[in-house]
Every structure is written in C-alpha cells, then in structure tokens.
C-alpha cells in the first residue's frame, strides 16, 4: 500500500472509465485539483503522461489538475468521493477503499445481482456511518466532458446540511445539481431507466420507427413509477432528472451503452440468444444487462406489472427473440392508462 500523495486534492473519483473520467474532468474544470483512481495501469499511465484516457474517453483532453492512481488508499481521507465504478462492483471497491469521515457521492447506476439492494443499501452495508449521496440525470460522459450543458439530482441523505457541503463542490457553469433528499427515489430511476434503454434499442434495430419508442418510454416510465412507488420513492424524484429526464435521454441515443445493445439484439430479430456474446466483445458495461433479471424477480415478488423489464430479462436469457419481445408487449390486455392502485398487475 502506497502512502498518500503529496499534493493536496479535496476531490476523488473512483473509476477510471468514460463517466468517471467525464466527472473529474468536469470538476476540474475550473483548475481543482481531482485524483482518480483505475484499476488499470495503462489508463493511470496516460492521464499522468499524456493527459488522455485513449481507453475509455478517446479524443479528450484532459486537464492536468486530474492525477491518477492505482492506490485506493491514496483517496481514502480525501472529504468527498465519487463512486463511479460498475454497480456491481461497488460493495467491494467501496469495502476495500474503506474511506475515513468522507460524503461518499453515488455515481453507479444499477442494483446489486443476488441481493436486490439499491447502491445506496449497497454503499451502507460496505461503509458504516458514511454520508451518502446519489447524484444521477441525463449525463452522457462525452457531453459533460466537453463542458456541454446539463443538470442533475443530487439526491442528499443526510439532508440539506449535507447538499450545503457537497453542492459548491459539485457544481459548474455547465453542471447544475438540484437538491433532493429522496435517495430510494434517484437510485430506481438511474437503475430502471438501463433496462428500459435496452428495450429501445431493440425497437431501433427492428426499425419499428419513432412512434414506437415514444410509446415504450411512456409504458416505461409507468414501470418505473410503480416500483419507485412501492419502495418507498416520491413521486416528484421519478419526475425529475433522476428518473424521467434520464430516461428519455438514454432510450434516444446509441450513444447510450444500453440502447446500444438493444439495438444490437435488435438487429438479430427472430434469433433468440446472443447477448453474452454481445456483452462479452464490449469494453464497457451495459448496466442494464445486469439489472433487469434483478427487476423481474423485484416485480415477480412484490405484486407490480412490469412487463417492458421482465421481458428485456427474458430477451438477455434467450427465452425471447426481439421480434417476440415486442409481440409479447403488443398483445397484452387492453386496460385503462393510468396506473389504478387497487389493480397494480393491470
């Protein structure tokens, strides 16, 4: 174990991929000094050479107040740290980098495979009397490392005291956070808003044309209200940027990597089967693929109608093909819109 650094930053980012390369970039923007933390030796080697993340963030200059390390113990004390590791692996790295008095700032998004635990449950079980937060939006890494605009719930669980630290520290001319307290709220909508990405890709590589997707984002964020309902989210966070902002975002661009690997299943149309190859050719995670069996055993087990995730589960086991997928959706009863709370399996 290295002993810490010698130079002074406030700020750690931890994870070394596209997002959080894009968060230290952006927090440094204004000449702060950031230390990130990857687990591979060649992307530390280039951000302290060269300046570049060629690996995970091509094409970016990265300011030089960004260092990085390949120690967690040389972030351990710093006062805040962004998670940005894949979500199912943030228990562990959060285990091991065991962070002393730090606002530990959620950047994952997903639930945890096995347990069903948000990454806020995550991120307590594996960091006792830590200050959580979740900071979740409409946040593709490029955009935000190109200093293009954006906002973003900062979702604070130790309340306003908590957002008074973390928000100066956070925000930028083009990185605006709104202040929330609803944590179970900004955790479900980062979570569910993959899985659906992922069944809009497959309308996109079945070329079902834009009324479509439209239509599933709208039946998906019906979805995602009655799981976030349930366990105890309010109504106004799955609204917001954390929920339905991210949602519209990540279900309308290829740039997103779970609309991506829909598309690519798309493409297969009646093939059932092929997504572990998919995944397994891919550099970086679709989130996604991990969090969508965990959402149909949620819906299986507490009552709620989530046909969109259940069947993006099936699709990713090979249990559908895409063409079925949407078949499946498409021939469900005829019933009334909105969500009636006396018939949540409508």
Wanted: with cysteine; charged share 15%.
């Amino acid at each position: 174990m290295s002993a810490p650094l010698a130079f002074g930053p406030q700020v750690g980012v931890v994870g070394g991929g596209a997002w959080g390369t894009a968060l230290a970039q952006m927090l440094a923007s204004d000449g702060r000094e950031v230390l990130l933390w990857a687990r591979e030796a060649d992307v530390v080697a280039a951000i302290n050479r060269e300046h570049r993340n060629p690996q995970f963030l091509p094409g970016t200059s990265l300011h030089p107040s960004i260092r990085a390390t390949e120690s967690l113990a040389d972030l351990a004390a710093l006062p805040v740290l962004l998670m940005v590791t894949p979500a199912q692996h943030l228990g562990s790295v959060l285990g091991a980098l065991a962070p002393q008095g730090s606002d530990i700032v959620l950047c994952a998004k997903g639930i945890e495979q096995g347990t069903g635990r948000l990454m806020s449950e995550v991120a307590a079980a594996a960091a006792p009397g830590a200050a959580l937060a979740v900071l979740s939006g409409p946040t593709f890494a490029h955009e935000v490392a190109d200093g293009l605009p954006t906002a973003v719930t900062l979702a604070c669980a130790g309340g306003a005291a908590q957002w008074a630290r973390l928000a100066p520290v956070i925000a930028r001319p083009a990185f605006r956070p709104y202040y929330s307290a609803d944590v179970i709220g900004a955790s479900i909508g980062g979570a569910v808003k993959n899985v659906l990405a992922i069944a809009c890709g497959v309308v996109e590589g079945l070329a079902l044309g834009a009324n479509a997707r439209a239509a599933l984002i709208s039946r998906g964020f019906a979805e995602m209200q009655r799981l976030g309902l349930v366990m105890g989210a309010e109504a106004e966070t799955l609204a917001g940027l954390s929920g339905l902002g991210d949602l519209v975002l990540t279900c309308s661009s290829p740039d997103s990597r779970n609309f991506a690997l829909g598309m690519a299943l798309g493409a297969n149309g009646d093939h059932t089967g092929g997504a572990a190859a998919l995944l397994a050719e891919r550099s970086t995670v679709a989130e996604g693929a991990f969090t969508a069996p965990v959402l149909a055993s949620l819906a299986t087990q507490r009552g709620i109608a989530m046909p969109i995730a259940q069947g993006v589960a099936a699709l990713l086991d090979g249990t559908l093909s895409p063409r079925a997928l949407v078949a499946q959706l498409l021939a469900r009863p005829l019933r009334p819109e909105a969500a009636l709370p006396e018939a949540m399996l409508g």
